[in-house]
């Protein structure tokens, strides 16, 4: 994969935020320039990342591994991240996950036909008392998920993707 001259000066600006010796502190922002720009982080990514920081390829795999907010394959329009953690199963976080996926025809982590959401569970948001938490897009953070609140949600997800 090669990086296009606008990702690699939005790395480029990433990498000055450390000294030069420590370019490879910025691997979680390129890797979320990569996702912002591709939907998901391919190993194609990773390689070249791992080049352009000048770091082994395993060890951005292991950052992309290691955190659940990097997408390891293609992922719907609107990924769902549902709290599954035992705080919030104790207020119904199980429930609003078996909710979507029924309402959406979907098995935990997988994607719709027509490609517009995907859902999985995730662990802790730091929001137990306002379970049932969820994540949209790994940025917009959404509480108390009745089934009222997750149609809604769903709703307005769908009608913003026309």
């Known amino acids: 994969m090669n990086l296009s001259d606008t990702t690699k000066a939005r790395f480029a600006k990433e990498v000055a935020k450390f000294p030069a010796d420590q370019k490879q502190s910025a691997v979680m922002a390129c890797l979320a320039i990569v996702q912002q720009e591709q939907g ?7 390689a070249a990342i791992a080049d352009y920081l000048g770091m082994a390829p395993i060890a951005v795999r292991e950052v992309t591994t290691f ?7 293609p992922v719907g329009k609107f990924k769902l991240n549902v709290c ?6 104790l207020r119904n976080g199980q429930k609003a996950l078996e909710h979507i996926c029924h309402k959406l025809g979907i098995e935990d982590g997988g994607t719709t036909a027509d490609g517009l ?10 929001a137990c008392a306002d379970a049932p938490v969820m994540l949209v897009n790994d940025r917009q953070m959404v509480s108390y998920m009745s089934n009222d ?12 993707a026309k």
């Open 84 to 89: 599954t953690n035992l705080p919030c199963q």
């Open 67 to 73: 955190y659940n907010m990097y997408n390891q394959q």
């Open 149 to 160: 609140r997750i149609d809604a949600l769903l709703d307005t997800l769908q009608a913003q």
């Open 117 to 126: 959401f995907t859902v999985q569970k995730c662990e802790c948001l730091g």
């Open 40 to 46: 998901w982080v391919s190993a194609e990514a990773e």
